[in-house]
């Protein structure tokens, strides 16, 4: 084959040869953070045998909503189901300036399936307003936990999203591992709920490139600095949050969890922070909609960069060509080797294909197995390129909202939010 038409192929297969080595590595750091990092299953196990008392402490769960028809008869069924077990939970709904029938769902939601004796566990506090100088989720949560009954002498705080789903055992089974190994604060990454085309293709890559940004083996070592914890659900021992100035010291923020888990990994090192994978006990289902998808990935990702719109812009050229571009390379080079080995070039060819091959095996490994360890089916995989394109996009628009000076828009409320170096 002439030099000049054989050195996009070299190119091609030189790309699958660097696919071939990044997601070998991939595979190997998914692999080493799952033995070392336990899930929710392991604290389900945990809590069976017994033996721990956290899991049996009194706990008040605090879910803030705004305009959360479509789901909060959900949450509210499941944790209906919770008591149901004879938890010792006390659960406490903050309406935040609902202008839908929000109340009118949850209250029926709580008449028709609180377990008989039970009802009385629940609170709706109806939130009107939100004071200068605090974010709307942070405010709620705060009212939720000063407001209530059922966070008064409640020796666990467990903060979770309207959109969530606890399976009966959830909130033992985090306190038995916050028990356990010693941790002050335990948050889950959930179990992401799959029902629309966005959910198949960006919301993998999307989940995948933030805990590439913060790996759960570094997260969960106590000397790491990497900061990281999921406002879906978060759960405190009481004096430690009340250590930490609870909401009102975080009030600004538009990412309290992030907060959370950097002042206790900047500023009280006597304290520990452990995430761990829901592994299906959990789950959530984040956004209804690719607008409201993309809006919210935004957010987290401009939060999660410190508003650093460089290291955004980074982010999007990075996933680009290492989750997008390289897969598709290997399994380009893996068709066209054998074409052309049959047209005379065997060495070409024959290097084309093991390089493909290699790339695309990588790389099956490394996601494949990042996407089981989500519940996702093995065919999720060939939408990953896409996806991972699609989150490149969300990263870059990020970047630009800040370099233009766009605020954040974000459950009612617009919050400017300036560009960092």
Known sequence: MPLLSAIPLIVLCALSACCAVYYAVVWSRVARSQRSVPTLLDGLELARRGGLTLPDATTCVVIPAHNERDVIGVAAKSLCRVLGLGERVRVVFVLDRCTDDTEAVLRDTIERFAPEGKSGAFEVILNDRCPEGWAGKTHAVWRGVTDSRGAQGAQLLCFADADTVFEPGTIRAAAALMEQRGLHMVSLLSTLIVQDWYERTAQPAAGIELVRQFPLDLVNRPASKRAFANGQFMLFRRDAYDLLGGHERVKGELLEDLAFARRIKWHHKDLRLGVFMAAGVFRCRMYRAWPAFRRGWK?????????????????????????????????????????????????????????????????????????????????????????????AFILREAANDLRRGRGTRWAGMEYSREARR
């Open 299 to 391: 957010r987290i990702y401009t939060e999660a960069a410190r508003r650093n719109s460089e290291r955004l812009s980074l982010n999007a050229l990075r996933l680009l060509v290492i989750g997008g571009a390289l897969p598709v390379c290997a399994a380009a080079a893996t068709v066209a080797g054998p074409v052309v080995m049959k047209l005379g070039d065997i060495p070409l060819g024959a290097s084309m294909l093991a390089t493909g091959a290699a790339g695309a095996y990588a790389f099956s490994g490394g996601i494949g197995r990042a996407m089981r360890a989500q519940g996702l089916a093995a065919w999720h995989l060939l939408l990953y390129p896409v996806g991972a394109a699609m989150t």
